[in-house]
């Protein structure tokens, strides 16, 4: 009896609690965010969307302030973010409101022109509705469209805006990030994602668009084409004539691979094009091979990620596999596996797989006689010098260029006419061989890495036997790259609170050993701090902090341009004498990573 008269007395109390706790929590929302909420509750917005919102006033008005308390970014890649209500999410109405500013800079930048653009979109959840969306925005404004029947991976459409001749293009993906976000990336008529001017002057024509009153959501159907087979072709035709060695597929077309899309679009090509090089012992990963915007059978669907490539890799195990190869869900990454010289297998870093796609490249033109005096490669200033190395060794010109790989396909651009690209490549799991498109492509690269395995095993070898030979010739180069989180309205001030105290107290040492170089690429300045001495950064600004040291090794603080993290990346490097002390150096190597992480507090 007494419980109950405590439960009487005290739940009277709790109710005003919770209330009074509401009616704070709204209270205290800053008058600039219920401003954007009344817009959206009073303005031309769909019935259920107004539901939800009044669904959130009432049940998580914390959450509720998360979608409003700023406008979703449309950054120098386009949009990226959670999926749901409010200007700071990915929905039908920011999606067209970035649409139609990109539509007008389209037409202001070609006024006596049909603009065309071409769209495709992956396996995530609203991506067909957004690409639909877009679709019909740009028809509106009587720009002729280009539209994939279904999902297609991100190398094709790079592939196709230079191939239909348009001047421009989207697709709708989020990449690797977890299945509650989506998002837009643009491209300009090279096939390669916005570069200066064209980025912040999008930017600027997206930002005028006040309302989405101003924005033509429809009438311009008749504009809309549908396109799919005829594309495919064009691109699998492209992607086989990237091969070095088909008479050495013929001889090794059982090579046992395993490949796992990760519920994404590489199943539109990927199986097609090793068909078409001539690999006959092909085994899709059946538990993945769906494609399914939940990825139900992953936490994030990246091929970074281990646990993203269990399942291969089990199946990889079981059928004794000579290679595992992985694509996240819009094609443009690719993660694989190999098995080192006991027989077990490991996991390659983009790093790694770089550089042996980078040294196949260079060695086999050079043995074909196809190399040319004025070869050259691309890489990222994140991405291991190694591969500066081995260009070196093969004497063709590495340059190197900001990270992401629009960079890479703006100095393709650059160079076009006056020297031959090769391959480019970046440490986020991201290659381009050949300059037929203008964005990373994991299609062409799975064709790739598989053929560079058979010309191993033709040899007798495997290609971690060639990693190791690479490592004694050139020096051991290990990588490590650690990302920290910081979600919510304090995230992205807290990241660049880090990077100020990075940028105005640099530390002297690092694990020991001295800073010899502190390369801000913001201020684009480069310092000694040893000898006082500057220089110039000859390359485009970006918020990217360097660190290398007189033992050789590099630390980059650069602030995520698509998430809200922060990456760290480390590279150290030494001499491997012979393949025996292979792992007694990796374990060295490793060492030295660990200390300069401790001694930089990350962990």
């Avoid at 700023?70 to 749901?84: A, D, K, V, Y």
Wanted: aromatic share 8%; proline share 4%; glycine share 8%.
């Amino acid at each position: 009896m007494i419980r109950y008269l405590l439960i009487f007395l005290i739940l009277p109390k709790l109710v005003f609690s919770i209330k009074s706790n509401f009616q704070t929590k709204i209270a205290k929302m800053e008058p600039s965010i219920q401003g954007k909420i009344n817009e959206w509750l009073n303005g031309n917005y769909d019935q259920d969307t107004k539901i939800e919102i009044q669904r959130l006033q009432k049940e998580n008005p914390n959450e509720l302030e998360e979608c409003f308390y700023r406008s979703l970014e449309f950054g120098t890649g386009g949009l990226r973010g959670i999926m749901g209500i409010g200007t700071n999410r990915m929905n039908k109405y920011t999606v067209g409101m970035a649409t139609q500013g990109y539509a007008n800079y389209l037409r202001l930048s070609y006024p006596d022109k049909m603009v065309k653009v071409a769209i495709a979109h992956d396996s995530r959840n609203n991506s067909r509705f957004f690409a639909e969306t877009v679709a019909k925005v740009f028809a509106a404004n009587g720009i002729r469209v280009f539209l994939f029947q279904s999902l297609r991976p991100t190398p094709e459409l790079s592939f196709t805006i230079r191939h239909l001749g348009c001047q421009g293009g989207v697709v709708c993906t989020a990449s690797h990030n977890p299945k509650e976000y989506n998002g837009y990336k643009a491209y300009w008529n090279d096939g390669g994602q916005l570069v200066p001017p064209h980025d912040v002057n999008v930017i600027k024509e997206v930002e005028k668009i006040a309302s989405v009153d101003e924005v033509k959501w429809a009438g311009g159907e008749s504009n809309i084409t549908i396109i799919g087979r005829e594309l495919d072709e064009a691109y699998i035709g492209m992607v086989c004539g990237l091969s070095v060695y088909p008479e050495i597929i013929e001889r090794q077309h059982n090579l046992r691979i395993v490949y796992t899309p990760i519920h994404g679009t590489g199943i539109k090509l990927v199986p097609q094009v090793l068909q078409r090089f001539g690999f006959t012992n092909v085994h899709v990963v059946d538990e993945q091979a769906e494609p399914d915007g939940n990825f139900p059978t992953v936490v994030y669907p990246n091929p970074e990620e281990s646990e993203a490539m269990s399942i291969g890799l089990k199946k990889a195990k079981d059928i004794d596999a000579d290679i595992l190869l992985g694509t996240d869900p819009d094609a443009d990454r690719v993660g694989i596996a190999i098995k080192d010289k006991k027989g077990n297998w490991i996991l390659m870093n983009g790093n790694q797989t770089a550089v042996l796609a980078f040294n196949y490249m260079l060695e086999a033109r050079k043995t074909k006689g196809i190399n040319k005096p004025n070869d050259m490669v691309v890489k990222t200033i994140v991405t291991t010098d190694m591969l500066d190395r081995i260009a070196e060794k093969n004497k063709v010109k590495c340059y190197n260029v900001l990270t992401g790989f629009k960079w890479i396909a703006e100095l393709i651009k650059e160079k076009e006419g006056l020297e031959e690209y090769i391959i480019g490549g970046e440490e986020s799991y991201g290659l381009l061989i050949g300059s037929k498109l203008r964005d990373k492509d994991a299609v062409s690269a799975v064709a790739m890495l598989c053929e560079m395995a058979a010309y191993e095993k033709n040899k007798g070898r495997s290609l971690f036997d060639k990693l190791v030979d690479l490592y004694v010739e050139n020096g051991f180069y290990r990588e490590s790259l650690i990302s920290i989180t910081k979600k919510g309205m304090n995230g992205q001030k807290e990241i660049a609170e880090m990077m100020e105290t990075y940028r105005n107290n640099p530390p002297k040492t690092i694990n020991g050993s001295a800073v010899v170089q502190l390369l801000d690429y913001e201020l684009k300045k480069g310092k000694n701090p040893q000898t006082g001495e500057t220089w110039d950064i000859q390359l485009p600004t970006s918020n990217v902090l360097q660190f290398i040291l007189e033992d050789g090794s590099k630390i980059s603080a650069r602030p995520s341009g698509t998430e809200p993290k922060i990456k760290f990346y480390f590279s150290v490097n030494g001499k491997l004498a012979s393949a025996a002390d292979y792992e007694k150096t990796k374990a060295l190597l490793d060492q030295r990573i660990d200390g300069i992480i401790k001694d930089m507090k990350l962990k």
